[in-house]
């Protein structure tokens, strides 16, 4: 059966690995649901976090051949309620008629949004939560003269120490 997991990177700085990363993946036809890569500098690491939805055994070879690409540090994987995720979304509204503008602000306050530019065009304004709540957010906005709107991959950190969850060790 399928499921949705988070699978961890941790490697070093090296050229080309985003690309060895992906043909991995290519390569067994896995389609990812969203990737995410930063920097940790307190352990002077790279972190990505790829977000697929495959069987078990699937995600398991996956981890297993990642684990061997050189300059890969550790591998693991966590199914979704095993994680705290977020995503971030900027929106820009066009104002349009006074029904519309307080509609917005009804919306803009159910969603906890920060409003970061007004202009007398546009609003843009940031929201942070789960995907589901995005999309939501996105299809009530459609409606209100949305002009554009992007949104970040997912972001994630393990519920409890990463040994606990670690689902394939080395």
Known sequence: MKQEYTITI??????????KIDIILAR???????????FEPIENLYK???VLIDAEIIIKN?????RKTIGIIDVFASMRNEVI???IALFKIGFK????????????EKYKAKTI????????????????Q????????????????VKSGRISITKSNRENVLIYSN
């Open 85 to 87: 995720e977020n995503e």
């Open 28 to 38: 067994r036809k896995i389609k990812t649901e969203s990737v995410t890569i930063h």
């Open 48 to 50: 990505f976090s790829i």
């Open 97 to 108: 008629k006074r029904e519309i503008d307080f509609q917005i602000e009804k919306i803009v």
């Open 10 to 19: 941790l490697t070093e700085n090296q050229v080309s690995l985003i690309n």
């Open 134 to 149: 995005l999309k939501h957010l996105v299809q009530e906005l459609r409606n209100c003269n949305l002009i554009e709107f």
């Open 62 to 66: 996956l981890v297993l051949q990642i």
């Open 117 to 132: 530019l007004i202009t007398k065009d546009f609003t843009v304004f940031e929201v942070s939560g789960r995907s589901e």
